[in-house]
């Protein structure tokens, strides 16, 4: 179990340098969608078929991580009816470079703390996520690109919080609960921007500007 | 037996059918026919028995390009453990040999394009020292994980019997190799989506626009060397996702020649799947790949 | 053996000297100067083979009744191999500036530049077998004036002077620097040999830390390691060609002397040293290409490359220092010696490509590569030279750039699998494989762009031949690029040698290394070998193919368009502007599209983007204080009490 624990967490490594590599939003948002599910699977490798606590905590996160919030980032984007992200503040190389190199440091500083779980890439990767995702905030302009950097670090706090599954797990699934309400929320704010900037610059009213 | 040898004889024989196998399984699954798999061995034949125009442009370093990038390619082979466990030639930091070896042939065949004086060659040249460069740094990036890996620093070692022992422990970092190898042999090899060997436009080639004088035994020798060192990349990839040092000699060898056309088959999925990449963005995929060996390698180091 | 081949072949390069200066209105002096410095050259590297044969060391001591102590010069494998590097360029320099400089007799004081070149070689000399602080210092100040002065031979253009002028401000800023690492070294004694200052370093109150953080300055701005590149290279393009090859193959070899020597007096090096070199040599073997890549001046282009080279060998360098410092000797051996034998085939290659330069610039009367094309075909013995060269450095197979950096890259590796934190160090290697990689697009834009395809300008109609005097130096220099290149065996121990000394390992530790790297380059000759083999097999595959089939001779494919013109071509510019937009961050280059030339201007991001901008902002905060200098006699006296009431006020409040 430990080994397919590491494939999926390095999975969740690689989503998030896709993320970092890549201009077209659908492409940054399928890899938010798979890394839900690897999220989502992982408790299963890392508990061992374990308890119906985990069996849930999957299942939610699944659902929320890698169906839900997907889906209303896709219908997010069809409404803004944006496809590309502008050219970032950092080029995708360069970004690409810090996400190794966030990597890199994660590794580094891992070595360091106080070991609390058998699984020894697990905080590595969620400091990487919640680093990676930081970048990704910074960096980039549109509102989805921002939400999918949101989430990454979300994704990272999460994977924290896998550590703790075996002492708390109720707190961990009020967690993913909370990541529901948050998205919806994030959404919300999201789409106001969106329909504002969007209808400044509709086509609709270019169109008035003609002379009659 | 001396197996190194045999499983060279078997890849240079064997290495003509590598892209005449993805090129047909590209066309089978977007609904062709397409031309037989052993369709360069009748182009190699056709083109050595044809005689050769040179442009009044040329010198002397036109006709050596091809003659040195067949011979470097062959003589990269030499390295490779091709039966799994040994390679006919091995000393310590032998991969980087093979990167070098490779860049003496790729210098001579830009050479060869830039003494055309011709304006699309230039481009291909200028294409193709751009992106070799960053598969270099791949390349070298890949080995030195391996080598981290292993406690090797040939490619006997890297790719033999060393990494057989280590494989079961280093799932993780040996499958992240594996997969930003094969991506960068895409670009070495120049497959789809860094560079389209069917295409026809000029403009968008990488490079056949530089071979676009050579004609003849010259011809022959370069689309040979590519084929070989598809071949050699194949076998590099497939030693990792199956290592064969405790296979017998036999088996190894019937090992090789599926892992070949495995590798065919599978560059021709991957060619019917994806899209030619903007040439703007090719550095990316060919960063992007060799990031794949740099994860890779931090945990290895770790 | 003893010291005095060295001493006697010196003076006889000195009496060519004398006899260049002395015969400077007839031809014999000049011919005079070739042959001694030849005969000279020969005479001292007798001794320096010696001693990298057998590993024993030579010294001389003289007593003189100066301050500084006793002036002592010695050989030792060290020594030895930086020594044979300047008799051999020097060797091929002379001949080649003979030949060079002979059409500028008329106006320019030639006898000048050739005495001068002479007493560069002698103080070269002398730096790197001094083994006192005096004789040390002196040698290395005569060097760097004998350069500005050989810098600025064609001092009637206002580029060069300059280019002179900043070579002088930073050379002496880094010989400053190792006037306070020698204070501080040897403390308050008399002594002040070199063993004086190596018994002294246990001793050191503040540890070994300030004195290498010296060292990295001084000599690391002598190397041109990044960020102290900047005035390598506008001083290497104002120098005539084979003045360049000079001080790109071996003058700023000797600030790479420098950090092995004290290395070595200091018996290793603090682990931070190794890190910071470490990275030094990784930014200037990227940056140093990438730059390169940009120029249009042939001469400015390889000055670049020299930046990229140093690069290589500070890794080299680090591998070492690690190695020592985290406990692997064989490591520490391994990296002292690839960094020694890269010194020595860079010598060797950039004077080749120096020389190439200078003969291309020689008879086209420019250096710039866009005004250039299909010399090949006008000057087919320089352009295969040319190509050897660049192959050489490339680091292909088989020639001796591929030997050395295989041994960096075996360093690199053995760092990457020995155990603990220098496994760190494996980073480097992609890093110098990018290097590689941009060197050869580098090189393939610069062959490409001056010897194929068609002349871009009238510049090229009608040259010729280089002449011999030209060629033959260049030649020789590309021949002993093949011969390191396919027999590595044969320097190898020697250089083993020079890194077990480095590292303070007794001469035998050099066996003992983590790679057995003495069998392998008995396997790399044979690769390499294979290689030449294959390569006429395969031509004489093609000839006797060809030689029962039509070939025929036709223009160029044009893919079918009719009004192909040379102006259609690659220029160095687009050639090299794909893989400059990747690292457009990195380089500091302005491209210009036009609707008929894309046109690229290079900045240097040290001097023109950091050290310029300082300046000026530096001259317009002094240029304010002038206000205080107005000429009126009593309030300078009344800054003169103002100071003397400080200095009272500093004594009273903190009294000594």
Redesign the interface.
């Known amino acids: 179990m430990q ?1 397919s624990a ?2 999926l967490l ?1 999975l969740i ?2 989503t998030e ?1 896709v993320v970092l ?1 890549v201009s077209r939003l659908s492409t940054c948002i399928r890899a938010i969608a798979w890394q839900g599910l690897f999220l989502g699977l992982l408790p299963i490798a890392l508990s061992g078929w374990g308890s119906a606590h985990v069996f849930f905590l999957a299942g939610g996160t699944i659902v929320v991580k890698a169906v839900v919030l997907p889906r209303l980032l896709r219908w997010a984007m069809r409404e803004a009816k944006v496809r590309r992200e502008v050219e970032p503040l950092i ?4 970004s ?2 810090l ?2 190199l966030a ?2 440091v994660a ?1 580094a500083v891992a ?1 360091r703390l106080p070991a609390v779980e058998s699984n ?2 697990l905080i ?1 990767v969620a400091l990487a996520s919640v680093m990676i995702g930081l970048v990704v905030l910074i960096t980039r302009a549109k509102a989805i690109s921002q939400v999918v950097g949101y989430l990454i670090l979300e994704n990272g706090v999460f994977l924290f919080g896998l550590t703790q599954t075996s002492r708390v797990p109720f707190l961990i699934e009020i967690g993913v609960l909370l990541d529901v309400f948050v998205g919806a929320f994030i959404m919300g704010i999201v789409v106001f921007h969106i329909n504002r900037e969007f209808d400044s610059i509709s086509s609709a009213q270019l169109t008035e500007l003609r002379e009659s | 037996m001396n197996t190194p040898l045999l499983s060279l004889a078997l890849v240079l024989v064997m290495a003509p059918l590598l892209p005449g196998l993805a090129f047909r399984t590209r066309a089978l699954l977007t609904g062709r026919r397409g031309a037989p798999a052993w369709q360069l061995y009748a182009d190699l034949w056709k083109l050595a028995r044809r005689g050769a125009v040179y442009s009044t442009t040329t010198t002397w370093i036109f006709r050596f390009a091809p003659v040195a990038v067949f011979a470097t390619t062959v003589a990269a082979a030499l390295l490779v453990p091709l039966d799994g466990r040994n390679a006919v030639l091995r000393f310590g930091g032998d991969a980087v040999a093979f990167a070098s070896v490779l860049a003496l042939g790729r210098f001579a065949l830009v050479l060869g394009a830039l003494d055309t004086g011709s304006s699309f060659e230039g481009m291909g040249a200028s294409r193709d020292v751009t992106f070799a460069s960053i598969v270099e740094f791949g390349l070298l990036l890949t080995f030195s994980a391996l080598a981290v890996a292993t406690g090797e620093l040939s490619l006997t070692g890297m790719f033999g019997a060393p990494l057989a022992e280590h494989a079961g422990a280093l799932t993780a970092p040996l499958t992240l190799l594996a997969l930003g190898l094969f991506a960068l042999m895409l670009a070495e090899c120049a497959r789809i989506p860094v560079d389209d060997p069917a295409t026809h436009l000029e403009l968008t080639m990488v490079h056949e626009v530089m071979v676009l004088d050579h004609g003849g035994p010259d011809l022959a020798f370069i689309l040979y060397a590519n084929a070989l060192k598809f071949a050699l990349f194949s076998t590099l990839v497939f030693g990792l996702v199956v290592p064969r040092a405790r296979w017998s000699a036999p088996a190894s060898a019937a090992g090789l020649a599926a892992g070949l056309l495995a590798s065919a088959v599978a560059v021709g999925v991957v060619e019917s799947l994806t899209a030619r990449l903007r040439m703007a963005k090719v550095p990316l995929y060919v960063f992007g790949s060799a990031a794949l060996g740099g994860v890779a390698l931090i945990l290895l180091l770790r | 053996m003893t010291m005095w081949p060295v001493f006697g072949g010196l003076g006889i390069i000195a009496l060519g000297g004398v006899l260049a200066v002395a015969g400077r209105r007839a031809a014999w002096g000049e011919r005079a100067l070739t042959w001694c410095v030849w005969l000279g050259g020969f005479t001292a590297a007798l001794p320096a083979v010696q001693v990298l044969v057998t590993g024993e060391t030579l010294e001389w001591r003289t007593a003189v009744n100066l301050p500084g102590g006793d002036w002592v010069f010695g050989l030792d494998p060290l020594s030895s191999v930086f020594l044979l590097a300047i008799l051999v360029v020097s060797a091929a320099a002379t001949p080649y500036g003979v030949t060079y400089l002979a059409r500028e007799r008329g106006h320019l004081g030639v006898w000048f530049s050739h005495a001068a070149l002479v007493a560069l070689i002698i103080a070269l000399g002398l730096v790197v077998m001094a083994r006192a602080v005096v004789p040390f210092l002196g040698a290395w100040e005569i060097m760097a004036i004998t350069s500005y002065l050989l810098i600025v031979t064609e001092h009637d253009r206002t580029e060069v002077r300059r280019a002179g002028l900043l070579y002088l401000v930073v050379t002496h800023a880094g010989t400053l620097a190792l006037f306070v690492m020698f204070a501080i070294w040897s403390g308050a004694g008399n002594d002040w040999t070199f063993k004086a200052l190596a018994a002294a370093t246990p001793h050191l109150s503040h540890g070994t830390s300030l004195i290498f953080a010296l060292a990295t300055f001084g000599f690391g701005l002598k190397a041109g390691a990044v960020p102290g590149h900047f005035w390598l290279p506008p001083a290497h393009a104002a120098a005539p060609s084979h003045v360049s090859a000079m001080m790109s193959g071996v003058v700023i070899k000797t600030g790479i002397y420098g950090l092995l020597r004290v290395v070595m007096l200091a018996g290793g090096a603090p682990a931070w040293w190794g890190w910071t070199v470490l990275a030094m040599g990784a930014a200037s073997a990227v940056l140093g290409v990438l730059w390169a890549l940009a120029q249009h001046d042939i001469k400015r282009l390889l000055a670049y490359h020299s930046v990229e080279n140093i690069g290589i060998i500070l890794l080299g360098i680090a591998t070492g220092a690690l190695g020592s410092t985290y406990g692997h000797p064989a490591l520490a051996v391994l990296g002292y010696a690839a960094a020694a034998m890269h010194t020595f085939n860079h010598a060797l290659f950039k004077s080749v490509l120096f020389f190439g330069a200078g003969a291309v610039s020689h008879a086209t009367g420019t250096r710039n590569l866009e005004e250039m094309g299909g010399l090949a075909k006008q000057m087919p013995l320089l352009a295969l030279t040319f190509v050897v060269g660049a192959a050489a450095i490339i680091g292909v197979p088989p020639l001796n750039g591929f030997v050395s950096e295989w041994l960096v890259f075996q360093g690199l590796w053995g760092a990457g699998i020995a155990g603990g934190a220098v496994r760190v160090a494996v980073l480097a290697v992609p890093l110098l494989a990018l290097s590689g990689g941009l060197a050869l697009a580098c090189f393939a834009k610069v062959v490409g762009v001056v010897f194929l395809g068609t002349p871009r300008s009238d510049r090229t109609r009608g040259v010729g031949e280089a002449p011999a005097g030209l060629l033959a130096p260049t030649a020789a220099l590309a021949a002993a690029c093949a011969v390191l290149g396919l027999l590595p065996a044969l320097v190898l121990p020697a250089l083993l040698r020079v890194g077990a000394q480095v590292a303070s390992q007794p001469a035998g530790a050099s066996a003992v290394t983590l790679v057995d790297v003495v069998r392998d380059a008995g396997r790399v000759s044979l690769f390499a070998a294979f290689i030449v083999m294959m390569l006429g097999v395969a031509w004489g595959a093609r000839a006797l193919v060809l030689r029962r089939r039509v070939v025929r001779r036709a223009p160029t494919w044009t893919c079918g368009y009719e009004l192909i013109t040379p102006r259609m071509q690659y220029t160095a510019s687009s050639f090299a502007t794909p893989l400059l937009d990747i690292f457009s961050r990195l380089t500091g280059v302005q491209t210009y599209r036009g609707a008929t030339l894309l046109h690229t201007v290079s900045r240097d991001p040290v001097l023109d983007g950091t050290l310029a901008p300082l300046w000026t902002k530096g001259r317009d905060w002094a240029l304010r204080l002038r206000a205080i200098q107005h000429g009126r006699l009593r309030f300078y006296l009344l800054y003169v009490v103002v100071a003397l009431l400080f200095v009272l006020a500093y004594v009273v409040l903190w009294p000594v």
């Open positions: 080994t590491d494939l390095l490594a690689l340098l590599g080029g995708y190389l360069g690409l470079l996400g190794v990597l890199g590794f070595q020894d890439l590595p």
